[in-house]
Structures are given as C-alpha cells and as structure tokens.
C-alpha cells in the first residue's frame, strides 16, 4: 500500500507556522511540568535510596522509626560496637563500625526563616565504614578529632547561615570553625557533621542516636537483628542502611510521585484536548487537500496513518520544546523538611535519561491522542464531498 | 456580533467549544487545588494566638526542657497559666496511619485553647481520668471512634519495656472553632506518661517538650517573652519563648520551597493552557475570516466584530472555569481527608475560588483580545476573498 | 425610470494594488456618472477592475485619488464606523459565493443587518419575513444554509441585501456558481427588484446571457470606461426556468 509522503506533513505544520508553534508550546508547557516534578522526584528518590548500603547495619533503640526518635546509652553503644561479631573488622582489627549521635538543632536559613538542619556527631569509625563514599571537597579539610570543628554537606552549605567554609557556626553555645565542605551519599549531605564527644557536650545531649557498621560478608542485617532481639540486655533493633533510608523518604516520595502522577493525568488531557483541536481545525482547512490525495488514489488508512504520524511530530517537537524549557533546572538546588524526620533536606532537580525520556514520550503520545479522531474523520471523508468544499 | 450569533458561533464547533471549554475548567480546577494546599499549609499561622507562648529548648525542638521549669516559668509577671506538652510521636496500627499525640496539663490545656469545643463526651470527663484523651473530630471519623473507646498507641519515642501499647481511652471528641487548631490530634495526660516513667514502664528521663503559656489578660508578650528567655540564660538549659504566631511561623518556613513549587506548577499550568486557548481562538477566528468580511460589508463596525470575539472567548472560559471550580470543590471535600495527615484544612474557599474566577477572565480576555482584535483590524474586501 | 440627478458618481477615480513589490494598476482615472433606479450589468476582462470599482462605491475600499459619491455622500471621505453605518444604510450586497453565516437560519441571515438598525426585535423578525417571501423562500425560514439549495442560497442572500431597503444593491457575480436555469431565476428576481421596488442594481458578471438581463451594460476594459450599452428591451426569464420557480 502507497503511503503519504511524510514530506508533506512536515512541510504542512510548516505552512501553519503560528498555529503549529502554539501548540508546540502548550504541549511543551505542559511536559515540562511533568519533567520537572519527575526531575524532582528522580533528584530526591535517587539522592536516598541509590546508595544506602545493604551491607550496612543501622542500629536503632527498639520502638524508633528514625534516628531523631532513637536513644542509645555510651555503654550500650560501646557493647555493640566492640562485641557484635556481625561487623566487619580493618586490617588493624577495629571493627568497621561506629556511634553517632543526631539532634536536629533550630538554625537559620539563609532566605530567612528558620529550619532544623541535622547535626549529626561521629566517632571515626563512621569514616572508615563510609570509606571512599564520603569525600571533602577541595580547598577543606576533614575536622580534627575531638576538636570543635565541624564539615558541612555542601548542599546547604549556601543554603543555612553560617555554614560556608570558614565560617564559624554556633551550636547551643558553642562555636564551631566550618572547616570543609564534603559530598557523601544522600541524605548526609544535608548534615553538619563534627566529633561526637564535642558535639554531644555542646548540645547537652546524653546518649547516642545510634551506632551503624558493616556486615561481614555472608551475614545479613537480619542475623545480626535475630541475635540483638533475643539479647535480654539491649533493646535495640538492627536495619540494612538501604531499607532505613527509604523508610525516612517513603512518605515524601510518594508525595511527589502521587503529585506527578495527578499532573500528568490532569494536565495530560488538558494537552490532549488541545491536540485535538488543533489537529480539527489544521485538517478541517485541507479538506480539500484530503479530497486530492484521495482522489490520486491513497487509501483512507494511509490518509489516517499520515495525520496520525503529523500529530505525532507536533507532540515530539512538545516533547522537545518542553524538554528544553526544564533543562535550565537540571542542578537547581531546592530543599524542604522531611516530615518523617522533620527536618532540612536539600536535593537538586535531575534530568535524567529517564526524565527526557519520559517527558518526549508522554508528548508524542498526548500528539497520537489528540491526533487520532481528527486523521478518523480525515480518512474517513467522501471525495467527492471533500473536492466540493470551499 | 449579537449574542445569538456568538452563541451560535460556540455551538457551531461543539467539539471544539467543548473541548476548550475542558481545557479551561481543567486549568482552573488545578490552579484551585494547588492554591488551596498552599492556603491550607500557611493557614495555621493566620489563626494562630498572640495571647498564648511557647517555650522551647534555644537549641532543638527535639531536646525536652526539665520538669521544675513549669513552677519557674509561671512565677513570671504576666503568665496565668502554664501547659506542658510533650509530643509523643506513636504508632496506630502498624504506623500505616500517622496523626499527632501529644501529653498535656489537663487543668490548664482546656482554659488555654477556648477554640476546642468538645461535641461528644465531656472536657471534664477527660480531665477526671487519667488514662482519658481527647480526639478530635477528624481523627474519631476516619477511625469511626466513639466516646468510651480504648485507642492503642505503640510509642516509639516512648516504647514500654514490655512492647506493649499504650491504652488512652477517649472521654471527649473535639472539633475546632479556627483553623489554630486541627482535629487530627490526640491530647491525653501528661501526668500519665509521667507516672509510667516513674513506675519504670518505660526508660525514659521524663521531660517536657514545650511549655505552653497563657498570657494573663493585659500582659505584653514581648516583655513576657524576655522575662522567660532570662530567667534561663544561664542553663541549665536555656530557652526560646515565641509567640504561637511566631512558631506557627516557623514550621511554615520549615516547608521550604514547597509552597513556591506548587506556584509555580500553577503558573506552568496556566501558560500552557493559556497557549491552548489562544490558540483555538485564533483558528476559530481565521476560520470565519469570510463570515467576518460579510458582517463587516453588512455595515458591522471594527468594534462590534472585536466585541463579539472577545465576549466570545470569555464566556467560554468562565464558563469552564466555572466548572473547574465546582468539580474541584466537589473533589476536595473527598481529597482533604485522603491527604488530611500531610495537609489539614484543605479546602477550596473564597481565596481560591476568587483566584480561579479571576483567571478565568483574565483568560479569555487575553486570549480573545488577540484574534478578536486581528478580525477587527481586517480589510472587508481582503475577507471575503479568503478561502476557507 | 430616469432620474436627472446621478445615484452614483466617480470622478478620476483611481486605485492601484502592490503585489509581490509591483504596483498593478487597477483603475486609471475612472468617470461615470450611473441614474437612480436602473440595472446596470458591469462587464470586462479578468483583472479589468469591475470588483474593484464596485467594492469602491460600496465603500468596501477607498480610491488612491478621485472622487466617489453614492446617493450624495461622498464615500471616499468616510472612514470606520462612519463608512461601516453608511453601508448599512444605503448598500446591500450580493455575493458569487452567498457568503451566508452558516451557523444561522435563513431567517436570522437576513435579520442580520437589521440589527443594526433602531428596530424591536419583533419588528426585524417581520420584517425579515417579508424579505424572504418576497424572494420566495417563505418555507424556508429556519432553514440552515447547508439544507438550501445553491439558488435557495442566493436568493437568502438577496433577501439580506434589501432587508433594510437599501436604494443600491451591489451584486458581484451573483449567478457565478449557478447552472443556467437557477441563475435566470436569480437573474428575473433582480429585475423585479429594479422595476417593483425602484432599486438601483449594479451587477458585475462576465456572462454576456446574464448582462442582457440589465438595462445598461457598462464595459471596463483595463481599468477605463469602455462603451455603455443600453438594451431597450431587456431579456426576461425564458419559460422553462420560470416553470419552476417554486
């Protein structure tokens, strides 16, 4: 069967320039308002759960649900440090595992307005159990032990007061020296870190949060929560670092995702409705150019798959357009409290593969829907009735 | 154009009428729900107290302040009454469900917050019982709680030694007259926790997360304020009195960009929608380029024809936006409780009803405004030779 | 039928149209005066000017130089509104393509412009009426252009042209997309006009046929007065159209 040249869609969204170009930017709008809350969402999902270990052990007092609800005595913590044999150990024999403690301290944003931004206060085991993950970046360094210095994530390091490098942050009453700004996996990248004695003493706090290690090879976060469950003296329970991470972000999460799934239902058919129109309207005025194809001897179905395919471009060049309006965000920074910690959490937009992806083909398809019931009709014309037409 | 011919004009295309018409109630009906999370999420500040403070940890809403603060605090000159509160952060059945808990003085909660009106049960009774609670009207119809009923809370802030829940049996179901308050919270007694951490059925030290004040008729907060925040400069830990505004405040600003987010999905919403609809409104305009000719060879001056297009394209648009609105006032009385937890007191009120009725005109002003004012300037003879 | 003083009078009248950033002369210092109350038929080659000059006196286009004066006003001086109210006033037009609003009635097409008169409502429904039994189409009031035939059409358009009786009515083209039949109908329908209501007809066409059908024929020839006939006896509609004028 002889198709229609495509050509002559191209060149015929071409001839309708100003109407083609609206409804290039309506559909684009309109993706790109669904690249962007993905883009928020993939900047968020992926900054939690994309590195939380399975090999790591997250040690919580039992009852607790995140490390703000969680208490850990010094003896408690020194007891699971030092006596699980679940936990990896380096080539000095140290276990790779270590206690923090976790407040979220009142501090202010630099836009104004308060948040509570996590201090989080580490035994230097936490390094060795991160390793190479946690990085200070040029131009820092990594604080002193036991002294009152601290490194800042570097996602709110412009975000929060006093948290630039050299800056001296004050925390209860006591100051600290910002001395390095450092990228690590997710969620910490929001914290301030510093020596767990110095931080413990500066916010009056008496215990621990809790006390993270890897697994050795082989053993599980389960097999060490079976074993700490049936030991009398501890109340405490065990997680992998993944599935505690995505606990914490599993409400928010859904948030966004539940938003960018009712946007795009009800943006979708908004942009649907606006195909259709204008795929109505560009076909209704070349009634008689369907009537000439037609009558050359085209079949209505080639007639159908050539608007079709014309509708098709309309929502790729969208999808494009829309693509092109969202990328300006890719790396923005933007932040809001984590409910289910209640506290500051900073992530950036990311337009991923999986972003552009998605958003071109969404548009294409919004362009098929539109298009489909206009190219219907089109096929579906009397020559001799559409040859007539003025 | 008389009104007949541009409703005659609409009903010609009814697809196209219908679908614009989609397009703009589709548009407005989000336009409204966005603002009206928004309005929800700041509304808690609006309603807040001057008259009442909160006295908090200078360093972390999340460290407790000592007990012996509470006699301290209320020797102040202005205080009449002090309320401890302590958030308690529970579990209801396997936390699939989350709503606030918080521990209270039942003498001095009640007097402080005359917004609480309890509809079912009494605030005495609750006062009488030390294992009593108040719920709030929200909370008792989602879970289809009745006056009398035990609610089990696993704490996981405060978990029994024994892994057993806590038992608050509801003596009172309130609601609230201003939006200060939400009606998804569970206030029971503080004392109760108190006793259970005494007794050792939880090991915990006691503390107090907030101290609630009620100003004496006549005191300036400010002074208060300071009074308060002095009394503790010196440890053993010091404090932060706000005022309820204030800290309703805060927890706003704690959203962060949410509320800029949503925004500015509005106004992307908006822009492309707007686009849709010039759009249409110019095909429907060019595609009776003829007709035009004809009425304006007729003697139709270059305003009646910019008229016309323009009453056109903003009857259609508050019309959809008209719709927009109703279905988002019909979806948000089911869509408030579905996201009550994270959201309460969506609605969709005057705020967003004006702003969704304003665009709407707005709308279809602008997007009538340029086709109608192309046809008006158009030369009858070039018209009618159009195709068309 | 003659009335001294002249309807219509265009003096030097020229125009002119660029196209593709040529400038096509139209009209070249056009004169001719045209009586009250006669059928004129305008006849010329493509692109001789007859459009043109008859979207001049309607005041549906102004001259680049000249005068044009229809039933005393001078129609090249108006400008906007004016020119639009003048129009309503004292032209009615007739077009080759009928040019009916499609989204209305027979009925509502031809009450069009008597909205913008000072009429009641009941009064432009009447008076609409007796325009469309006057060409024949009292069965067809509510019709919608698309259920009328191309005659049927026509004479919709007619019955719009002289609903607010109007002293000229311009025709261009009027039986251009009719067969023969339907066009002597439409043809002895203008006639009738002239002679029972004293309208002052002007009708281009290129049909020889149709021209017979008026009193004068007027002939343009690149954009000048060419000769004016006068048919002393005009040609009436043969039998068999009239046979089946319904």
Redesign the interface.
């Known amino acids: 069967m002889a198709f229609v040249p495509i050509r002559y869609n191209w060149r015929s969204l071409f001839v309708r320039r100003s109407s083609t170009a609206l409804t290039v930017v309506s559909i684009g709008a309109t993706v790109a308002v669904l690249a962007a809350v993905l883009a928020l969402q993939q900047g968020f999902a992926t900054l939690l759960t994309e590195r939380g270990r399975e090999d790591v052990a997250v040690i919580l007092r039992t009852g607790a649900g995140a490390e703000s609800e969680s208490g850990l005595s010094r003896e408690d913590s020194e007891l699971l440090i030092k006596e699980s044999p679940e936990f990896a150990v380096d080539a000095e024999g140290r276990p790779l595992a270590s206690a923090e403690s976790y407040l979220a301290v009142r501090l202010r944003k630099t836009d104004g307005g308060e948040t509570n931004v996590p201090i989080r206060g580490v035994q230097q085991g936490t390094f060795r159990v991160h390793g190479d993950d946690l990085r200070v970046r040029e131009g820092g360094r990594n604080f002193a032990p036991g002294s009152d210095e601290v490194i800042v994530g570097w996602r709110i390091a412009e975000r929060i007061r006093n948290c630039g490098l050299g800056d001296t942050l004050r925390l209860n009453l006591t100051p600290f020296k910002v001395v390095g700004l450092f990228e690590a996996p997710g969620a910490f990248e929001s914290e301030v870190w510093g020596d767990a004695e110095r931080i413990l003493a500066a916010l009056e706090r008496p215990v621990y949060s809790r006390v993270i290690g890897v697994l050795r090879d082989g053993v599980t976060a389960a097999d060490l929560q079976e074993r700490l469950a049936a030991d009398k003296r501890l109340s405490v329970k065990a997680v992998d670092e993944r599935s505690y991470l995505s606990g914490q972000t599993e409400a928010l999460s859904g948030v966004f995702l539940g938003l960018g799934i009712f946007l795009t239902l009800v943006m979708g058919l908004g942009a649907v409705f606006t195909g259709i129109n204008a795929m109505y309207s560009s076909i209704a005025a070349r009634t008689r150019e369907v009537g000439i194809l037609l009558s050359t001897g085209f079949r209505p179905f080639a007639i159908f798959v050539s608007f079709l395919l014309e509708a098709g471009f309309l929502g790729l060049l969208g999808g494009i357009v829309g693509v092109l309006m969202v990328l300006p965000l890719d790396g923005v920074q933007t932040g809001t409290t984590n409910f289910a910690t209640f506290s500051e959490f900073a992530f950036s937009f990311r337009i991923t593969g999986v972003v552009i992806g998605g958003a071109v083909a969404v548009a294409v398809a919004l362009g098929v829907f539109g298009g489909a019931l206009p190219a219907w009709r089109a096929a579906r014309m009397e020559v001799t009735t559409a040859l007539r037409r003025h | 154009m008389s009104p007949r011919l541009i409703l005659k004009n609409l009903l010609a295309h009814p697809l196209r009428s219908i679908l614009t018409l989609g397009s703009v109630a589709l548009a407005v009906f989000l336009v409204c729900m966005l603002q009206a999370v928004v309005t929800a999420l700041s509304s808690a500040t609006s309603a807040a107290s001057s008259q009442r403070l909160w006295v908090q940890s200078a360093v972390s809403l999340f460290v407790d302040l000592p007990l012996s603060y509470e006699s301290k605090i209320a020797g102040v000159a202005g205080v009449e009454t002090v309320c401890k509160f302590q958030w308690f952060g529970g579990e209801y059945r396997d936390g699939g469900s989350f709503f606030a808990q918080f521990g209270v003085d039942a003498d001095t909660f009640g007097p402080a917050y005359p917004e609480l009106d309890v509809v079912d049960g009494s605030y005495d009774a609750f006062a009488g019982r030390r294992d009593g609670c108040l719920v709030g009207q929200a909370l008792a119809d989602q879970y289809g709680w009745k006056v009398g009923q035990t609610v089990p809370i696993i704490g996981r802030i405060f978990p029994r030694v024994d892994g057993s829940a806590w038992d608050f049996v509801i003596q009172g179901i309130y609601r609230a007259k201003t939006t200060a308050v939400d009606e998804r919270t569970l206030y029971f007694h503080f004392d109760y926790l108190r006793e259970a951490i005494e007794q050792g059925a939880v090991r915990m030290e006691p503390g107090v997360g907030v101290y609630l004040v009620d100003l004496r008729d006549g005191a300036e907060p400010t002074a208060v304020m300071s009074a308060i925040d002095a009394l503790f400069e010196n440890g053993p830990q010091r404090v932060q009195t706000t005022t309820e505004a204030e800290f309703a405040r805060q927890f706003v600003t704690m959203l962060g960009s949410v509320p800029v987010l949503l925004r500015s999905i509005g106004g992307a919403v908006l822009f492309a929608i707007f686009f849709a609809i010039l759009n249409t409104m110019l095909m429907a305009a060019r595609e009776r380029t003829r007709d035009l000719g004809v009425l304006k060879a007729l003697g139709f001056t270059d305003r009646w024809v910019f008229v016309g297009l323009t009453v056109e394209s903003l009857l259609l648009c508050v019309l959809g936006g008209a719709i927009g609105i109703a279905v988002a006032f019909v979806l948000s009385l089911g869509v408030a409780k579905a996201i009550a937890s994270f959201v309460p007191g969506f609605e969709i009120a005057g705020e967003s009803v004006a702003l969704g009725m304003g665009l709407s005109i707005a709308l279809g002003l602008v997007a009538g405004c340029v086709p109608a004012w192309n046809a008006s300037r158009l030369k009858p003879v070039a018209a009618l030779r159009a195709e068309d | 039928m003659a009335d001294s003083d002249p309807i219509i009078r265009l003096r030097h009248v020229e125009r002119s149209y660029t196209r593709g950033g040529e400038i096509l002369p139209v009209l070249q210092g056009l004169d001719l005066e045209m009586e009250a109350g006669a059928f004129y038929a305008l006849m010329g080659p493509s692109g001789s000017g007859k459009t043109t000059m008859l979207?001049l006196i309607?005041g549906?286009?102004s001259p680049d130089a000249g005068e044009v004066i229809v039933a005393g006003e001078h129609v090249d001086l108006l400008r906007?509104?004016e020119l639009?109210?003048?129009?309503?006033?004292h032209v009615g037009?007739v077009?080759q393509?009928f040019?009916?609003?499609?989204?209305?009635t027979a009925r509502?097409n031809v009450e069009?412009?008597l909205?913008?008169t000072p009429l009641s409502r009941s009064q432009r429904r009447a008076q609409a009426e007796r325009a469309l039994t006057l060409v024949g189409l009292a069965d067809r009031m509510t019709h919608r252009p698309a259920q009328l035939s191309g005659g049927q059409e026509q004479r919709v358009a007619i019955a719009?042209a002289i609903a607010t009786d109007p002293s000229i009515i311009l025709a261009d083209e009027p039986t251009g997309d009719l067969d023969r039949r339907t066009a002597e109908q439409i043809l002895d329908l203008m006639q009738r006009l002239n002679r029972e209501l004293g309208k002052t007809i002007l009708m281009v066409t290129h049909d020889p046929v149709a021209a017979e059908f008026a009193d004068r024929v007027i002939h343009l020839d690149k954009g000048r007065l060419g000769r004016i006939d006068h048919n002393h006896e005009p040609r009436r509609i043969s039998a068999e159209a009239a046979a089946d004028v319904g």
């Open positions: 979207n309607g549906l286009d906007g509104a639009s109210h003048w129009r309503a006033e037009f077009f393509g040019n009916l609003l499609p989204v209305l509502e069009l412009p909205q913008l719009r």
